[in-house]
């Protein structure tokens, strides 16, 4: 954000024919004018960041937990200990949507055919769904699957504490503005939060993965997703079964036969997996774009970092909508 600094002119002594003093510019608000290009949105403690291929700036300070772009309403939506609010790339404020915490209940944007969070029902135990089109609250439930047991007691039918204490904080969230609501699910009917997606390009040569790294399903080690819109491709590089079904996917980039992951000190490459006993990821969830690609916090492309989050981040998405590594199961 730039800051103007109007230079006082002092008249001392001068005639009647002096000119007048200068007008004082205006302060200039963050990045007046929408983006131009594809702006990436990410979280870390310095709050929500926005990122270019070549700048990045903080447009939210503070602590955020969790948010998401919205390439329908053109708005970021994020989380907050005060509530959830958008900040509207269009006017560049932010609008509070749902006053006070939201504690452990997840936010959900409902277009009705598409929408942003609660998206893996595994991980999702109680979420507050914001129906754009009728401007309304809904609660939604979770606890699929596996996840279940964390959710019910022993006849699986009555809800543990926890998870009745986060369905009551739900039933009693409000929308602050629903009108506002009204505008932004306008602003967006005709649109998408997705940009089409490319034809799947014809699948590289699979590097070489031992198969005695995938002991639940030893056939799925090599196996290749295409991320649209990038050369790199998502290789499973392992799996397994503990309190849930467990999967490795790594970055492989074809051209050099290597693996790829975005760190802070840079692109890091490798011809062999990551360790057994190294923190790994099946890239669930990751953001993408023509841009570039947006994890963790991190928005790099396969040959540099543009921006390494500030301790732990979260990826919100990119300005144009761009595509997004689904779940297993979704």
């Known amino acids: 954000m730039r800051k103007w600094i109007a230079l006082a002119v002092i008249a001392s002594c001068q005639s009647s024919h002096a000119p007048p003093p200068a007008p004082t510019p205006a302060a200039k608000p963050i990045d007046a004018a929408v983006p131009s290009v594809d702006h990436a949105y990410v979280v870390d403690q310095s709050g ?3 990122v270019s291929p070549t700048t990045a700036q903080v447009i939210v300070p503070g602590d955020v937990s969790w948010c998401n772009a919205d390439a329908r309403a053109n708005v970021v939506w994020y989380e907050t200990v005060d509530g959830l609010f958008a900040f509207d790339l269009q006017t560049r404020a932010s609008l509070p949507i749902i006053k006070g915490s939201l504690e452990e209940v997840a936010p959900i944007i409902d ?43 022993d006849d699986g039918k009555t809800p543990t504490k926890e998870l009745a204490a986060q369905q009551k904080l739900a039933k009693h969230l409000a929308l602050v ?3 506002a609501i009204a505008r932004l699910a306008a602003r967006g009917k005709a649109r998408s939060l997705w940009t089409p997606p490319p034809v799947p390009p014809k699948p590289p040569k699979p590097p070489k993965i031992d198969k005695a790294r995938c002991t639940e399903d030893p056939d799925a080690c090599g196996t290749l997703l295409a991320i649209p819109g990038s050369s790199l491709w998502l290789v499973t590089t392992a799996n397994s079964r503990g309190d849930y079904f467990h999967e490795t996917r790594e970055l492989y980039d074809p051209a050099s036969n290597e693996l790829v992951k975005a760190t802070s000190s840079g692109i890091v490459r490798s011809k062999s997996p990551a360790p057994d006993d190294e923190l790994t990821t099946d890239y669930a969830g990751m953001r993408v774009s023509p841009a570039g690609l947006s994890f963790d916090g991190f928005v790099f492309d396969p040959h540099r970092v543009m921006y390494a989050p500030k301790d732990v981040g979260k990826t919100c998405g990119w300005s144009s909508g761009g595509w997004r590594i689904k779940w297993g199961g979704e």
């Open 48 to 50: 929500l960041v926005e």
């Open 111 to 153: 277009w009705g055919n598409e929408q942003l969070g609660g998206e893996n029902k595994l991980e999702l135990r109680v979420g507050i769904a914001i129906n754009m089109g009728s401007a309304s609250l809904a609660t939604e439930l979770g606890c699929e699957g596996d996840a279940a047991v964390y959710c019910f007691e």
């Open 177 to 179: 503005d629903p009108a």
